[in-house]
């Protein structure tokens, strides 16, 4: 017997409107890095949550964590993020744990074209361990961490509009492929 195939990312919107483009996923998968080139291969401003949170704090994000705990901080990332989506096209990168929260995830699937970037663990480690500014790894085992993370976010970032995959690649090749799936001129 034929079953029906599970609803995909077709089913969804895929195709690019000129909304606000997140992106979305765990951290160290290129959300920023990837984002930018995007945004100038479409001619697009780009922001970078992050950045956008520490500028209206005053403070970096581990400042913010190490003085007031995660839930302040998902509060004004929410805060954030909701004034960027403001229906004029542009890239935004998020940070990893944005998407988690059921306020801006609605947000986001509303109103812009999300795009989870994903990538294998043993990528994501190598790529964190370059940079000691995350404050969810700090004094920890990142692979542990990491695993742990996407069991919990994994399936709430497949909720995204777009999947595409970051591999141990050049970036522009992430950027090609997202430009692909979200049906973007000839990638």
Known sequence: ????????????????????????????????????RLAQRLGLPFVD??????????????????????PYFRD?????????????PKVIATGGGAFINDATRALILS????VWLDADIDVLVDRVRRRDTRPLLRGKDPAKVLRELAEVRNPLYAQADVHVTSNNAPHEATVRAILKAIGYGNA
């Open 111 to 114: 109103d812009a074209l999300s």
């Open 49 to 70: 949550a992050d950045n956008a949170i520490e500028e209206a704090a005053g403070m970096s994000i581990a400042e913010i964590f190490a003085q007031f705990g995660e």
């Open 1 to 36: 017997m034929l079953q029906s195939p599970a609803p995909s990312n077709r089913d969804r919107k895929s195709r690019w409107q000129r909304e606000p483009i997140v992106l979305v996923g765990l951290m160290g998968v290129g959300k920023s890095t990837v984002g930018k």
């Open 76 to 88: 004004g990332e929410r805060r954030v993020i909701q004034r960027l989506i403001d229906g004029r």
